[in-house]
């Protein structure tokens, strides 16, 4: 059975910095494209980041030159080290993966993280 399981969410003032962590576990042969997502209340859930397997990454308009995605392949984690964080950054934030699972044959299936609340108030 795999997991996400994500750390690193809190409470920050404005201009501060946090760095959330999410690590897969459970029958994984591979992982393919790992991404973040927040979700704010009373709406929807929005993509803040990607990184495919080899490193290329893609991130929100409203996040660029402030988040950085980045992974450990090794470890079948997936980073977001967010800086100058504002308080439209308060969200839940779910970490996301695509997963090759080992069994009698291979299969890719997307998994989801439990989420981590991130509040940055002064």
């Known amino acids: 059975q795999v997991q996400l399981v994500e750390s690193g969410g809190g409470l920050v003032q404005p201009g501060g910095s946090l760095r959330l962590s999410c690590t897969a576990s459970?029958?994984?042969?591979?992982?393919?494209?790992m991404a973040w997502y927040r979700q704010a209340p009373g709406k929807q859930r929005d993509l803040v980041a990607t990184?495919?397997?080899?490193?290329?990454?893609n991130y929100a308009d409203s996040v660029k030159d402030r988040f950085t995605i980045s992974r450990d392949n090794a470890k079948n984690t997936v980073y977001l080290q967010m800086n100058s964080l504002k308080p439209e950054d308060t969200a839940v934030y779910y970490c996301n993966a695509e997963v090759i699972r080992t069994g009698p044959y291979l299969t890719r299936d997307d998994y989801w993280g439990q989420g981590t609340q991130v509040t940055v108030s002064s």
């Open positions: 459970g029958g994984i042969f591979g992982i393919d494209a």
């Open positions: 990184i495919s397997s080899g490193g290329e990454t």
